[in-house]
């Protein structure tokens, strides 16, 4: 019997789509990209989902939106490699873990990340439209700029003490993982899981990664290079990247 396809609906270098795409690497998972442009998606994944964001996965017959309940569904369906611990107590933490960063650690770097992409849009539209022609990423890329006070807007950038609680969230989230990681890998238990993803994945806009899934488009702008040069130091930095490295498994595609 054939395998049901499974499909991910998905924005290109985004963060919450990259915690999908991980899990999907991380089972093994054979599964098939819709990538979309930001903006113009929404009619897709509202006739999909009933709602406007990504990432959404199609898998056994149903549409399910957001990373964290993908996760889930993932983790019921392939629960070998597991992303959550075995422990009743570790699994609890580590699902507390994902959804206060999801909450709060990645909007908090799709802000400071988006200080950036407001005034280089050509940037934006070469990242997100990496699969399109360089006519749909010329005609993306004048959109933008037609749009550009509600993307900025959207993405909580219009308001300079929203980005500076954005970067004081972030501080925060990385001084805690810091302190987790000091005497110990992993966020929760001695293995990699769910939590160890989600820490990594959300702190990808503001460190320069070489995983092909979430590489900068070239060039890069001096001012995005300057962004992950103000955090390049911290040494959960350093950790994430270790995390991509050592449990970012080859896409099954």
Not at 11 to 21: E, G, P, Y
Not at 169 to 185: F, G
Not at 192 to 213: G, K, N, R, W, Y
Request: aromatic share 8%; hydrophobic share 40%; with cysteine.
């Amino acid at each position: 019997m054939t395998e049901p396809t499974i499909i991910l609906h998905q924005f290109r270098a985004s963060h919450f789509n990259d915690k999908v795409r991980w899990a999907l690497a991380f089972k093994g998972l054979v599964h098939q990209r819709n990538t979309l442009l930001p903006g113009p998606h929404q009619g897709t994944i509202r006739k999909l989902s009933g709602q406007t964001s990504t990432p959404v996965l199609e898998l056994d017959g149903r549409a399910i939106a957001g990373s964290a309940a993908i996760i889930d569904a993932l983790e019921q369906r392939v629960p070998s490699p597991a992303l959550y611990p075995a422990d009743t107590k570790e699994r609890q933490d580590a699902l507390d873990i994902q959804s206060r960063f999801d909450r709060d650690l990645g909007p908090a770097t799709r802000t400071i990340v988006f200080t950036v992409f407001v005034n280089e849009l050509g940037y934006p539209a070469r990242t997100f439209g990496g699969e399109a022609s360089a006519v749909q990423r010329g005609v993306y890329r004048l959109v933008l700029s037609l749009v550009k006070p509600m993307m900025a807007k959207t993405n909580g950038v219009t308001d300079p003490e929203n980005v500076k609680h954005c970067s004081v969230i972030t501080q925060q989230a990385l001084d805690w993982i810091a302190e987790r990681t000091a005497q110990q890998k992993f966020l929760v238990g001695e293995s990699f899981s769910v939590a160890d993803l989600t820490a990594a994945a959300l702190l990808s806009p503001i460190m320069q990664l070489e995983h092909p899934d979430m590489r900068p488009a070239a060039p890069v702008p001096a001012a995005l290079e300057a962004m992950w040069s103000e955090w390049k130091n911290h040494p959960p930095i350093h950790w994430a990247k270790g995390i991509y490295r050592d449990h970012r498994p080859a896409d099954a595609r």
